[in-house]
């Protein structure tokens, strides 16, 4: 079946370090989106990838970086500059630019300890 | 920046009856987008509907858009128990590259009681 795989599902990060979430499709989507939640809140835009080895910042890409190598990953790095790490982040893609929906994976929680 | 706001923020109803959702946004768009998040959940692609249409179905779900108001309405009929979720609006702009991207409204929270 074809779909998003986000992992780890659950991550603690240390204060300072540096932690790696992971995003792979098998939709042969060429967009991927990477976007963050705060409990009881919508989502906001991280950083999104039209093509490989291309992609742009968000409305909050302070504090995190990506890299799109392959058309089907597109791994979203927090850094230890993103000083509220805290939070739910989703990984999404869809078929093309104009997209007409995103699939979404099923997410990553991730907790600063 | 969020584009859209929901209202309202929470709702509550027994199984049967109907649900309606609005969202409000800012800006002009190219189609506006409902999802379902259950909790902890990725999100699920419910309908869209294109700026040049005023009205959608898709089973029980009834969308409609007035972009002169720059608002939407999500409507769930005769709800069951597994509609509890929660239910995002989200709108597309298409700038002037290829790049397109959805905005994300705040959300309603819908629980479905029996």
């Known amino acids: 079946d074809g779909g998003i795989t986000q992992s780890p599902k659950y991550l603690f990060r240390k204060e300072g370090q540096n932690v790696t979430l992971s995003c792979e499709q098998n939709?042969?989507?060429?967009?991927m989106y990477w976007y963050r939640q705060d409990p009881g809140q919508g989502l906001r835009l991280i950083y999104y990838s039209q093509i490989v080895n291309d992609f742009q910042k968000g409305d909050i890409a302070e504090g995190y970086s990506v890299s799109r190598e392959k058309k089907e990953s597109f791994p979203l790095t927090v850094t230890s500059a993103q000083k509220n790490p805290t939070a739910f982040y989703l990984c999404a893609s869809a078929e093309g630019p104009r997209n007409y929906g995103y699939t979404f994976g099923s997410g990553t929680r991730l907790t600063v300890v | 920046s969020q584009q859209g706001e929901e209202d309202p923020q929470a709702l509550s109803i027994q199984e049967g009856e109907n649900a309606t959702m609005n969202c409000s946004y800012k800006t002009s768009i190219n189609n506006l987008q409902w999802y379902r998040q259950n909790s902890g959940r990725g999100l699920v692609h419910l309908i869209l509907i294109r700026s040049n249409e005023r009205e959608k179905h898709s089973g029980r779900l009834r969308v409609t858009l007035d972009t002169s108001k720059k608002s939407s309405s999500l409507l769930i009929t005769a709800s069951r128990a597994a509609d509890t979720a929660s239910y995002f609006c989200?709108?597309?702009?298409f700038g002037t590259g290829t790049a397109s991207k959805l905005t994300f409204g705040t959300g309603t929270r819908l629980q479905v009681t029996l």
């Open positions: 939709l042969n989507h060429d967009a």
């Open positions: 989200a709108t597309a702009e």
